[in-house]
């Protein structure tokens, strides 16, 4: 049977590669174009992923790759690849640590493999659903917190969620023991650390979400769109990941009223 351990050599090569490239870029002079969405795109984005599709090319000649910058190659394949090289690139252009790079490995649609790089701070979850989840090496685990009240709770992008569901937001706002709004990757990393107890997330694309199902999941947590659905390539890009069954049920029931 093959798993996500098979792969996560070269995902580790892959992650490492994509760090030095960022590093390389960030803080320094950027060329920052905006796509058609108005999200921005600098050369260190097409880099990295340069840099990925290249080593796919060569090591996995077989496997698709479903890229932010640049799309899909061999979507139809068994394995295939979903990198965000620079999963918040507003944080990179304004010089804020908290990006991330995001690869993920699907076999037949099901992340068996999962890799979230802070490349600022020198750190590289690898998860491996079934197996268990690492940083730098080091076992890593979630907290096992089961109580909303008690929780520490991050809301990624609340502006969006805020415009199109205030009172999702409000509610929100209203529960846990420790609120942070935050952007991207990174509080989901710190879900699987076991620092941060729940994430709740809104507008989210497959190539940043795929990685963190792979990674919270293998490190003992829950993660699912917000009808409590597995995460697939055709979720709808809101997602909440939880330390326990426990708290994933309460989050469920406060976002959907």
């Not at 394995?79 to 690139?89: A, C, E, K, R």
């Not at 929780?151 to 009172?167: C, M, Q, S, T, W």
């Amino acid at each position: 049977m093959v798993t996500g351990h098979d792969f996560a050599a070269h995902a580790k090569v892959i992650a490492e590669k994509a760090a030095e490239i960022a590093r390389g870029y960030f803080r320094g002079q950027l060329q920052v174009e905006l796509k058609a969405d108005e999200s921005p795109v600098t050369q260190a984005d097409k880099a990295v992923e340069q840099m990925v599709r290249d080593y796919l090319a060569e090591h996995f000649s077989d496997h698709g790759i479903l890229g932010e910058e640049h799309g899909t190659k061999h979507g139809d394949s068994r394995y295939l690849w979903v990198v965000d090289p620079i999963d918040g690139t507003r944080s990179f252009l304004t010089g804020h640590p908290l990006f991330g790079f995001l690869l993920a490995l699907l076999d037949n649609g099901d992340p068996i493999l999962g890799i979230i790089g802070a490349p600022a701070l020198r750190e590289t979850l690898i998860g491996i659903p079934g197996i268990g989840a690492t940083l730098n090496g080091s076992a890593i685990r979630v907290s096992g917190q089961t109580r909303l009240d008690d929780a520490r709770l991050f809301v990624n992008e609340g502006e969006k969620i805020y415009r199109d569901h205030p009172a999702v937001f409000a509610r929100l706002m209203g529960c846990g023991q420790t609120r942070r709004l935050g952007y991207d990757c990174y509080p989901h990393a710190l879900v699987a650390m076991g620092h941060v107890d729940a994430v709740v997330d809104y507008d989210l694309q497959p190539y940043d979400y795929m990685a963190l199902s792979a990674v919270v999941r293998a490190a003992g947590g829950q993660i699912t769109d917000w009808q409590g659905n597995p995460l697939t390539l055709a979720s709808d890009g809101r997602v909440v990941s939880a330390a326990s069954p426990e708290l994933h049920r309460d989050l469920l029931d406060l976002l959907n009223g």
